[in-house]
């Protein structure tokens, strides 16, 4: 079967930095994907790791380890709009692009 | 093009009825994908287009589910005899690359 583990939920302080960190067992890997989404929103796309290493893109950063089946979203200088689901998904070889998603990480800012 | 449109964003419906959703991809996208939602888990992939052929479909999606994309543009999806246990938020996304769907604001069904 496929297997996809996030957190359920995070606090964090506004200003600061968190990771959210995503490991998967699945059949087999051909990029992994993080996307946002807000409450009663559809989900928006955050970024892609395909390679081994870190992706960076302003205040969001994203890491791939194929060999340990682990990624992290790190997100910095944090603020209250970035409060919400974090979803980790992994696409199958030969899959028509099919995604294969966590249930997701629920991130709450405090002041 | 703004981006992928689903209507309506909202559906309360009686069980037993007959819904029908419609998404309007990305104009370029060719690919076209339904996924279901439900309150805190991630999206379940439920069907797949490419153009017009619907090239894959989800054990998940019963013989009350059937989905078109009749000229390689919009799709609908269809359910039939609507159970409780369809409420979900439907979720429609369009793609032209590896890298990234797209996806609508989605159709949240209710089933009274």
């Known amino acids: 079967g496929q297997n996809i583990d996030q957190p359920t939920e995070m606090t964090a302080t506004e200003g600061a930095i968190v990771q959210i960190n995503c490991t998967y067992q699945t059949s087999g890997f051909n990029g992994l994907f993080w996307y946002q989404q807000h409450a009663g929103e559809a989900p928006t796309f955050l970024s892609y790791n395909v390679l081994d290493g870190l992706e960076e893109k302003g205040r969001f950063s994203s890491f791939l380890s194929r060999s340990k089946g682990y990624s992290y979203l790190l997100l910095k200088e944090l603020q209250m709009k970035d409060s919400a689901s974090y979803l980790c998904?992994?696409?199958?070889?030969?899959?028509?692009?099919?995604?294969?998603w966590g249930a997701g990480t629920k991130l709450i800012i405090k002041p | 093009d703004t981006g992928v449109s689903q209507n309506p964003r909202h559906k309360i419906t009686k069980r037993g009825q007959n819904v029908t959703f419609r998404c309007d991809p990305i104009s370029e996208h060719n690919r076209l994908y339904w996924y279901r939602q439900t309150l805190g888990q991630g999206p379940e992939f439920l069907t797949y287009f490419q153009n017009e052929a619907q090239l894959e479909k989800s054990r998940l999606l019963s013989d009350r589910f059937s989905a078109e994309r009749p000229k390689g543009s919009f799709s609908t999806l269809e359910i039939q005899r609507t159970e409780q246990g369809d409420s979900a938020m439907y979720l429609c996304a369009s793609s032209d690359r590896a890298d990234g769907y797209t996806f609508g604001s989605g159709t949240r069904l209710t089933v009274v």
């Open positions: 998904a992994v696409r199958l070889p030969d899959s028509n692009y099919q995604l294969i």
